[in-house]
């Protein structure tokens, strides 16, 4: 995959308000030029993930893959607010000189999906053959396929959901908590505060992300006697270091998770019923049956008020995760989508 920078030449105004005079938007594409006609796999990626659909969905994505950049032209544009060199809280303000840390406007899925169209039409592609996302990049996807009905073939949605549930407002303000806990993250002197904070906030989510079962069977304790249980301890401790070491800030994470609240479809369109009602592709959703963010009553529900829609479900033991494991359940579900595509190849 070839990492490419779009640098907009015109102003960007935001849903909830605020204006940019230009945009910094990094994506990857196969590596080469688009040839019209070509089919085309448009990927969406999840909350910290990035533009290179390789580094996070390697069973999914590359040479030889279900996924093959060879055979298609595929795109995955990161985020507006995520920290990899787009436009977002950790990008310099040209006013400034410094991050907008605080003074970045307020970001909503819906401004997400604005600016990668902006990449869209940038590479002169008028039809996306496939769109899938998942999480957080289901929300990109739903979003798209109603503000561009025409525009995408077939739609998959994976554990994603078509409007932000109390449920996941609490853990994302939980998580908002743990990083205004941190004295650092105000105090906004560099990139770097907040660090604490994030790691807190990384341990909130994960367990958002995972089940009881899957704890259960990775972090058990080896010995019989321990005396004070540490693994799952260690693990948590872990994963938020981890997340740190991959350069993620704790001001894009606190934007992203207020984007993440502003899903809701049905806003301004008569309810998300109405909404669903002006997609035009054929939508697939996939749910992962111990999926706590996003429970398949939400997914059959979805399906229910499209006009053409197929559901599926995946059994995992590692709940909303399971989109980043199950990849032989999701490679024997998307593979025959794939080959109508091979056979008019």
Known sequence: MRYNKLVTDSPFHFEAGG?????ELVYYTSDRAYRPGETVVWICHALTGN???????????GKDRLFDPDKYFIVCVSMLCSPYGETGPAAVNPATGRPFFFDFPRTTVRDIVNAEILVRRHLGIGRIDLMLGPSIGGFQALEWVIMEPEVVRDVVFLATA???????????ESQRLALEADP??????DLSGGSAGLACARSIALISYRTYAGYNLTQAEPEVDTLFADRAASYQRYQGQKLLR???????????????????VGRGRGGV?????????????????????????????????LRHAAYREIHSAFGHDG???????????????LEKYNKNR
């Open 19 to 23: 204006m940019l005079d230009h945009l």
């Open 51 to 61: 533009a290179n659909p390789e580094d996070w969905w390697p069973q999914l994505v």
């Open 162 to 172: 078509t409007r932000v549930t109390p449920f996941m407002t609490a853990f994302n």
């Open 184 to 189: 650092t993250f105000r105090a906004a002197k």
């Open 246 to 264: 991959r350069n993620f800030d704790a001001y894009s994470y606190w934007y992203l998770t207020y984007a993440l609240d502003s899903m809701n």
């Open 273 to 305: 019923e109405a909404a669903l009602s002006r997609i035009q592709s054929d939508c697939m959703m996939i749910s992962i049956d111990t999926d706590v963010l996003f429970p398949p009553s939400h997914g059959r529900e979805t399906v229910a008020a």
């Open 323 to 337: 989109f980043l494991v199950e990849n032989d359940q999701l490679t024997a579900i998307l593979q025959p989508m």
